[in-house]
T-cell receptor, first 113, second 119 residues
Framework: ETGVTQTPRHLVMGMTNKKSLKCEQHLGHNAMYWYKQSAKKPLELMFVYSLEERVENNSVPSRFSPECPNSSHLFLHLHTLQPEDSALYLC????????????FGPGTRLTVT | AQTVTQSQPEMSVQEAETVTLSCTYDTSESDYYLFWYKQPPSRQMILVIRQEAYKQQNATENRFSVNFQKAAKSFSLKISDSQLGDAAMYFCAYRSGPNSGGGADGLTFGKGTHLIIQP
């Protein structure tokens, strides 16, 4: 399924680097999400955007900065990360905030050295 | 806050047999959805089946069915005639419904169950 794409698929960065993760959905959806999947922990919701406005921020550290320039694109800007931030970052979209079905991208595997 | 618990880190089943994955959840809401997602090694999270809390009938999708016990807050997934392609991580997830009074938009996941299919 290519409805939601994420780039890059793999990223290795140092703690002082600045990088960005990109998510694009081709489904005409209005809501987009960032999740973090760490080893041996449940997926954690990070951010929710609806019609390009952030509607939820689950107490995520400020070193993660989301951006949603339009309803098709979602970015996660990273700076001054810690090794414990190494994880799989998943993007998802749904028709709207009430849409029960979320479509996920393949994720970006992030390693912080 | 809602929580989702999957007590089986790993399950193994013979090909063509039936396996049941367990999930329990905790919520004070009356309007919600429950889901099972599959995550194969490719990492793409795929929706397997969903259940609306207001529906008493258990959801079924081909070889996949659920046993939804609302009072017990239990939501198990049964996979019949297991196939090699069913091997994956399976996640149980919860989402507040539109009438839940401002609940979270995103999904709350369990830790997952790793399903192994023995040929």
């Amino acid at each position: 399924e290519t409805g939601v794409t994420q780039t890059p698929r793999h990223l290795v960065m140092g703690m002082t680097n600045k990088k960005s993760l990109k998510c694009e959905q081709h489904l005409g959806h209005n809501a987009m999400y960032w999740y973090k999947q760490s080893a041996k922990k449940p997926l954690e919701l990070m951010f929710v955007y609806s019609l390009e406005e952030r509607v939820e921020n689950n107490s995520v550290p400020s070193r993660f900065s989301p951006e949603c320039p339009n309803s098709s694109h979602l970015f996660l800007h990273l700076h001054t990360l810690q090794p414990e931030d190494s994880a799989l970052y998943l993007c998802a979209s749904s028709q709207d905030r009430q849409g029960y079905k979320q479509y996920f991208g393949p994720g970006t595997r992030l390693t912080v050295t | 806050a809602q929580t989702v618990t999957q007590s089986q880190p790993e399950m193994s089943v013979q090909e063509a047999e039936t396996v049941t994955l367990s999930c329990t959840y905790d919520t004070s809401e009356s309007d919600y959805y429950l889901f099972w997602y599959k995550q194969p090694p490719s990492r793409q999270m795929i929706l397997v089946i969903r259940q609306e809390a207001y529906k008493q009938q258990n959801a079924t999708e081909n070889r996949f069915s659920v046993n939804f016990q609302k009072a017990a807050k239990s939501f198990s997934l049964k996979i019949s005639d297991s196939q090699l392609g069913d091997a994956a991580m399976y996640f149980c997830a919860y989402r507040s419904g539109p009438n839940s009074g401002g609940g979270a938009d995103g999904l709350t996941f369990g830790k997952g169950t790793h399903l192994i299919i023995q040929p």
